[in-house]
Nanobody
Framework: VQLVESGGGLVQPGGSLRLSCVASGSIASIYKMGWYRQAPGAARAWVASETSDGVTDYADSVKGRFTISRDTRKNTIYLQMNNLKPEDSAVYYC????????????WGQGTQVTVSS
């Protein structure tokens, strides 16, 4: 499975961005896709995810501001980010978890999001 993110950039506090992640390859083997982020000097942290049957979940820090969604026809997941804050600045990574337990996750290359005035 290959994952390619896009949509990052520089935005002012209170602004919005939409990240996209296009998946290709053995997509049928994936049961959950989501987003993680990593700020400088910090560990990579989970942001949001959606299972193959549409169940979504969010980190407390982004609930009410971020929305994860998917377009199965395009094999794409999105992360709509509203009311962005400087602490949301990070490299955002797309993640896919295989259905078979024990297999390693798939990761995209990351896209930079910077929230600054």
């Amino acid at each position: 499975v290959q994952l390619v993110e896009s949509g990052g950039g520089l935005v002012q506090p209170g602004g919005s961005l939409r990240l996209s992640c296009v998946a290709s390859g053995s997509i049928a083997s994936i049961y959950k896709m989501g987003w993680y982020r990593q700020a400088p000097g910090a560990a990579r942290a989970w942001v949001a995810s959606e299972t193959s049957d549409g169940v979504t979940d969010y980190a407390d820090s982004v609930k009410g501001r971020f929305t994860i969604s998917r377009d199965t026809r395009k094999n794409t997941i999105y992360l709509q980010m509203n009311n962005l804050k400087p602490e949301d600045s990070a490299v955002y990574y797309c993640n896919a978890k295989p259905e078979v337990p024990g297999r390693p996750d798939y990761w995209g290359q990351g896209t930079q999001v910077t929230v600054s005035s």
